[in-house]
Nanobody, 116 residues
Framework: QVQLVESGGDMVQPGGSLRLSCAAS????????MNWYRQAPGKERELVAR???????TYADSVKGRFTISRDNTKNTVYLQMNSLKPEDTAVYYC??????????WGQGTQVTVSS
């Protein structure tokens, strides 16, 4: 079964850190452009970061310098390291795999709450 499973979401204080994981099964994630999106209550889903098959990374301006996306192809897993978290980072974070000619693959999401 083709699926992505996110984990690592939690409640943290402002300035804290979290590492999200996105584990792929049923397909080889190294052949896919892998993305992290987030959706806050009442807002549209937005792209946070992406990593190409060649390891090129792109970030939203709001997270540049604080978040780092990476992939471990031996574990078929993509990560999002989030540092210096702010209350406005509170959202459900989703992982998505994209490959030309194939359906996009979405995970179920993991909740991140940044609050004092």
């Amino acid at each position: 079964q083709v699926q992505l499973v996110e984990s690592g979401g939690d409640m943290v204080q402002p300035g804290g850190s979290l590492r999200l994981s996105c584990a792929a099964s049923g397909f080889t994630s190294s052949s896919y452009l892998m993305n992290w999106y987030r959706q806050a209550p009442g807002k549209e889903r937005e792209l946070v970061a992406r990593i190409s098959t060649g390891g090129i990374t792109t970030y939203a301006d709001s997270v540049k310098g604080r978040f780092t996306i990476s992939r471990d192809n031996t574990k078929n897993t993509v990560y999002l390291q989030m540092n210096s978290l702010k209350p406005e980072d509170t959202a459900v974070y989703y992982c998505k795999g994209v490959r030309g000619g194939r359906p996009d693959i979405w995970g179920q999401g993991t909740q991140v709450t940044v609050s004092s």
